[in-house]
């Protein structure tokens, strides 16, 4: 899964024709390295309908702040620019199909 940044994250996901699910994360959340393979596996699966990012929140605190993110693993869902969705906490594979299913 592609990494975005501060400086990138307007180009990648914003201004993105597909829906991007941002996985906002840091190196020291246990919960966010359990659900990391689990996205892997759906971005293989799903990614010609749907982008899976990383944003490490530690390193690119700007847009973290931006969007409220309190708590880690959240995973935001972004279309036409804009929040659509948001997914908290650790979730087992199919539960996350399911929170996905509108947009796979």
Not at 15 to 32: I, Q, R, S, T, Y
Not at 55 to 83: C, H, S
């Amino acid at each position: 899964m592609k990494a975005v940044t501060d400086a990138d994250f307007d180009s990648e996901v914003l201004g993105n024709d597909k829906p991007v699910l941002v996985d906002f994360w840091a190196e020291w959340c246990g919960p966010c390295r359990m659900v990391a393979p689990i996205l892997e596996e759906i971005s293989q699966a799903h990614g010609d309908k749907i982008e899976i990012v990383k944003l490490n929140i530690d390193e690119n605190p700007q847009v973290a702040a931006k969007y409220g993110i309190m708590q880690i693993p959240t995973m935001n869902v972004y279309r036409g620019g804009e929040v659509v969705k948001q997914i908290m906490g650790a979730k087992p594979k199919a539960a996350l199909l399911r929170e996905l299913n509108e947009f796979i």
